[in-house]
């Protein structure tokens, strides 16, 4: 198991930017895939963005072109640059890690995010 920690979050006005990082207490980073999802009052928590072991990456649609996940694995962090933010993009964005040999997931406590004028 791993413990989990975002930060980043905040107010930021629309067209802004923020990133967001997350770093693990895990002994093993690079066998997690990681990603990040949102939430909204009374929503479902979606998946934003995930990189992969591999280094490969997805992201929803909503997203795409204006948001980039990363990882660095020395740091034990991933990362979520959010670019041309949009005020539906309001959410509390939480970070997972998925054990790649248990499928175990683990989440960090989520990090708020605000958009608005």
């Known amino acids: 198991q791993v413990h989990l920690v975002e930060s980043g979050g905040g107010l930021v006005q629309p067209g802004g930017s923020l990133r967001l990082s997350c770093v693990s207490s895990?002994?093993?980073?690079?066998?997690?895939?990681m990603a990040w999802y949102r939430q909204t009052p009374g929503t479902q928590r979606d998946v934003v963005a995930t990189?992969?072991?591999?280094?490969?990456?997805n992201y929803a649609e909503s997203v795409k072109g204006r948001f980039t996940i990363s990882r660095d694995n020395a740091k034990k962090t991933v990362y979520l640059q959010m670019n041309s933010l949009k005020p539906e993009d309001t959410a509390v964005y939480y970070c997972n890690a998925q054990n790649l040999l248990t499928g175990i997931g683990n989440w960090g406590q989520g990090t708020q995010v605000t958009v608005s004028s």
């Open positions: 990189i992969f072991t591999s280094g490969s990456t």
């Open positions: 895990g002994s093993i980073f690079s066998i997690y895939n």
